[in-house]
């Protein structure tokens, strides 16, 4: 109750101090008692509202903020899960989750593609994780979505309804959406009928019969080729859905600062007032303060907060580092977050340590290295050899070299050994002159500043 109330009060809903339990009286084949607990005249929470960030063809510096309304949120009972075994033409039923206490949060529908809906859901995750009121795991199971599709032409009303259930990751949903709306169209465009059924996502097989005009491209959530919807049963109209009073529960009460009953055993009672003032800062808020505290892009923020635990990396790294916040974001977003993707790593699970980092950003600020040489040592951290960034430095002799006479000598070497790139040069083409750079800088193991080095050889070439 109280998780569902946090939730409420951070998704701007109205909650309902007297909210009722009802009995789905149909036959639940996979919950012992034959039937499902839920809130369906008076839930515990109403019209609230969702943002989110959509984003406009691939490109975090265009993003498009949209907002779904919430109709209601509602506590019920969970399911068990049937498991069908067509082989031997039985059916098994794991009843671990039957009974326990689910939040089901009912958008109203304000969306329009696939996309929209996905990045709706992403936010809504970010959210129940920082309140810590849903551990928000997709692929285990800790959150699912069921997607309402319906399409219908301009001005008209909506049309009929299909429900896509038990959808377990983002991009699959945006998949399945898109899927639908496709599928539904080709049906009324053929002359056919939409039924009111039950429908759910195959992401192995089929493809998408054809793209949706939406002003955006899928893009963030991944490929949307393949995946189709089929179907699993029809709705049968309203009397497949029989409501009544829950007669085994009364109505729950929930009270504020006001209403609170004088000597009430704060464990035996919900107030509303105080789980406001336990409100942690939710993941709009952090993204304006990363903005305003750190002076950072604000598609910037977005990468920082969407990824668990990067945000936290970046101020650990901001607080021991004397550079820019601007030259950490690139340190991070650009080379670690790579490396992370391309390893499949979580930022947990990241072998180079927030104060690991900050020291080679130190190095690099104190201009005791080079920028590629930073590079190396950066590899070097990678591979969790156990060395600090100094004793790599050290050990691999990284350090910058300033010696004028030093690398004057390098780059007259390079100069003599590539005169058609020197003829080039003093021809107008000052493009061949990062070629030269590069080559003394493999000389030199990436030891020298790359500034200096072209000064050398702009003098040489000229």
Same mark, same amino acid.
Request: with cysteine.
């Given at each position: ?77 969970? @399911?068990?899960?049937?498991? +069908?075994?067509?082989?031997? !033409? ?109 429908? @759910? ?113 970046? $101020?650990? $790294? ?24 391309? +390893? !499949? ?71 003599? @050994? ?13 493009? $061949? ?5 590069g080559l003394v800088q493999r000389e030199l193991k990436g030891r ?15």
């Amino acid at each position: 109750v109280e998780a569902a109330v946090m939730t409420s009060l951070a998704l701007n809903c109205t909650i309902n101090k007297k909210s009722l339990f009802d009995r789905k009286h149909y036959f639940y084949a996979d919950l012992p008692a034959g039937y499902q607990i839920t809130q369906q005249r008076l839930p515990i929470a109403v019209a609230g509202s969702l943002t989110y960030n959509l984003l406009v063809r691939q490109k975090w510096d265009q993003v498009v903020t949209k907002t779904v309304r919430i109709k209601q949120i509602q506590l019920e009972q969970d @399911s068990g899960k049937s498991l +069908h075994d067509d082989t031997r !033409s039985q059916t098994l039923i794991d009843l671990n989750r039957a009974g326990v206490g689910l939040m089901e949060v009912v958008m109203e529908p304000d969306m329009c593609c696939g996309e929209e809906a996905a990045a709706a859901v992403r936010e809504l995750q970010l959210i129940l994780q920082a309140l810590g009121t849903c551990q928000g795991n997709m692929a285990e199971g800790q959150l699912r979505v069921d997607a309402n599709v319906s399409v219908h032409q301009p001005g008209e009303p909506l049309g009929v309804r299909t429900e896509v259930k038990n959808i377990n990751s983002a991009r699959f949903l945006a998949r399945a959406i898109d899927f639908e709306i496709q599928r539904q169209t080709d049906v009324l465009e053929s002359g056919g009928v939409i039924l009111n059924e039950t429908r @759910s996502f195959d992401y192995k097989s089929g493809s998408v019969p054809g793209q949706v005009s939406t002003g955006t491209v899928l893009g963030w959530f991944g490929d949307c080729s393949t995946g189709c919807t089929t179907p699993m049963r029809d709705k049968e109209g309203l009397q497949d859905y029989r409501f009544m009073p829950e007669p085994n529960l009364p109505p729950l009460i929930l009270y504020d600062n006001k209403t609170v009953p004088a000597h009430a055993d704060p464990q035996q009672v919900v107030n509303i007032d105080q789980i406001r003032e336990r409100l942690p800062e939710l993941p709009n808020v952090r993204r304006s303060r990363l903005v305003e505290q750190y002076g950072i892009l604000p598609e910037h923020s977005f990468t920082l907060v969407n990824e668990d635990g990067l945000m936290e990396y970046f $101020v650990s $790294v901001a607080r021991e580092t004397k550079a820019e916040p601007r030259k950490i974001i690139g340190w991070i977003i650009k080379d670690l977050l790579g490396l992370l993707k391309q +390893h !499949s790593l979580n930022v947990s699970q990241c072998p180079i340590s927030p104060m690991s980092m900050a020291e080679l950003l130190n190095l690099l600020e104190a201009g005791k290295v080079s920028s590629s040489a930073a590079k190396q040592v950066f590899q070097e951290l990678w591979k969790g050899a156990g060395s600090s960034a100094s004793q790599i430095v050290q050990k691999l002799d990284l350090g910058l070299l300033r010696d004028r006479s030093t690398l004057e000598q390098i780059c007259r070497t390079v100069i003599d @050994s590539h005169q058609e790139e020197v003829r080039a040069i003093r021809g107008g083409n000052k493009k $061949v002159l990062n070629k030269l750079i590069g080559l003394v800088q493999r000389e030199l193991k990436g030891r020298a500043d790359p500034v200096q080095v072209k000064t050398i050889l702009e003098e040489k070439t000229s």
